[in-house]
């Protein structure tokens, strides 16, 4: 009997340390006409150069989005605006994933901010 081969786990090195947060966003794609999607979501985690988010719209790969914090969860006072989360911005989608959720269908999402 063969066996396969083992696999090793790719590590992924991030260049900015990720900050967990639970952050009410909306977010719709930046566009000059046409109908315009806005989605309701989460922010999970964020860093100086981008965020995660978690939506039930599945924005395209390479979407440029306006991206709006509409209630931050509770935060210590003491927290620097460094460490909070963009309020409103532009990000461009990386990538995306579907989230297997019971009674909804849920997209992860990587986004890279636009400055």
């Not at 440029?64 to 931050?72: A, C, F, G, Q, T």
């Not at 461009?92 to 992860?108: F, S, T």
């Amino acid at each position: 009997m063969m066996t396969q081969p083992f696999k090793e786990k790719k590590v992924v090195t991030r260049a900015d340390t990720r900050n967990p947060t639970e952050a009410t966003i909306i977010c719709r794609p930046y566009a000059s006409s046409g109908a315009i999607c806005a989605s309701d979501g989460i922010m999970r985690n964020f860093s100086s150069g981008g965020a995660y988010i978690e939506t039930s719209h599945n924005f395209k790969t390479k979407t440029i989005l306006i991206l709006r914090v509409v209630r931050y969860p509770s935060m210590s006072s003491s927290i620097t605006d460094l460490e909070r989360p963009r309020s409103i911005c532009l990000a461009q989608v990386k990538w995306r994933q579907v989230l297997a959720e019971e009674n909804a269908i849920r997209y992860g999402i990587g986004l890279k901010y636009l400055d």
